[in-house]
């Protein structure tokens, strides 16, 4: 397996000991904007990332090297930043790559930020240290975030109930079956709520830049992003997956319409009559703009819609198959479980037993 050099080779983490403006961060003291303040000027922000087995390492890239860029760019140390596992020693990503880490997730140091990140299979990894860890560091005042699929460990966590949260939308349909008080957006990122999120990918470095904002200047976050050469930074509202539109050439407003009645009514599945009814034109319009634009009928598109939830949540989530069959409007398992063998090859219970 390839070892990632540790990037901060010659760096010492921060010792132990607290100075007043970070006890006010991490709430030993009473906090204000003037002590956050303070601290920005008079010395470099430490981020600490905390690395779950299987991370995303695009996004652990897209987080740590807008934070190095900065420093280079300004000629000053603007940002530290360090890495803890479970072990304390390695993590692993999803693409084989082990990175040294400095720090075990009991034994944190303190901090600026401490984000989450972790990537697929994460509601497999044993998270007990890190749950323990971050409820101890909330405690302490310590801002967290998360990156790519950290999401679901801070709702494991608790932190995110009525609050807005974005995750990697591969991640939705099990996230939201899980967590319903959690207030789940399509954004790229989320930064105006008590823990951030980003979903993961280059979302990550939209997020950092828009810190590098508001830490030190949008001067020099775009001469970051130009260093990256990255000329399409995208605000938080920004959506995640590419639209309709754009990935298939489409500019007609009704099929794109069309498309976001169906998904907004998996569970309760619309018919294309009704959905022509709803936009005011034909059911032969409707069949007619599928065809064009996407080679496929209504129908068809919406059963493959229905099944691909259906996947993410018997990879995703403990539901049972009748619980699986009801989200995706299907009445009965018997005619769930014929359909999507025909879609998928395998049956549900077989779907679930892989990995993919």
């Given at each position: 397996m390839p070892i990632v050099p540790n990037m901060t080779v010659g760096w010492t983490p921060p010792a132990p000991q607290r100075n007043s403006a970070t006890k006010a961060l991490r709430g030993d003291v009473p906090r204000s904007a003037s002590c956050r303040r303070c601290l920005r000027m008079t010395g470099p922000q430490h981020f600490v990332f905390a690395l779950v087995e299987e991370f995303t390492h695009i996004a652990f890239s897209c987080a740590v090297e807008p934070l190095r860029i900065a420093n280079l760019v300004s000629g000053k140390e603007l940002y530290r930043w360090s890495f803890a596992s479970a072990n304390g020693e390695t993590a692993m990503s999803s693409n084989g790559a082990v990175t040294l880490v400095h720090h075990r997730f009991d034994k944190l140091p303190s901090c600026d930020r401490l984000f989450v990140l972790s990537g697929i299979n994460m509601q497999r990894q044993d998270t007990r240290s890190l749950l323990a860890a971050l409820r101890r560091e909330r405690a302490h005042g310590t801002r967290i975030g998360a990156l790519c699929s950290g999401a679901y460990i801070l709702a494991k966590a608790g932190f995110l109930d009525g609050l807005q949260a974005a995750i990697h939308w591969e991640y939705h349909d099990g996230f939201m079956e899980e967590f319903p008080d959690v207030n789940l957006v399509r954004n790229v990122f989320v930064s105006d709520e008590k823990f951030i999120t980003a979903s993961g990918g280059?979302?990550?470095?939209?997020?950092?830049?828009?810190?590098?904002?508001?830490d030190h200047g949008y001067d020099l976050s775009v001469a970051v992003a130009d260093q990256m050469v990255y000329n399409a930074v995208r605000n938080a509202t920004a959506a995640q997956r590419v639209s309709?539109?754009?990935?298939?050439?489409?500019?007609?407003?009704?099929?794109a319409k069309a498309i976001e009645i169906m998904r907004n009514r998996i569970d309760d599945p619309i018919s294309p009559s009704a959905v022509a009814e709803e936009l005011g034109i034909s059911t032969r319009q409707i069949e007619r703009l599928f065809g064009s634009y996407l080679n496929t009928s209504p129908k068809k598109y919406l059963m493959e819609m229905r099944l691909e939830r259906a996947r993410h949540l018997l990879l995703q989530t403990e539901c049972a198959i009748a619980e699986v069959a009801l989200a995706c409007g299907f009445s009965n398992c018997g005619h769930f479980s014929r359909v999507y063998r025909a879609a998928h090859g395998v049956s549900p219970i077989m779907q679930r037993g892989r990995m993919t």
């Open positions: 280059t979302a990550t470095a939209d997020l950092m830049l828009h810190l590098i904002e508001l309709i539109q754009s990935r298939n050439g489409v500019r007609n407003k009704h099929l």
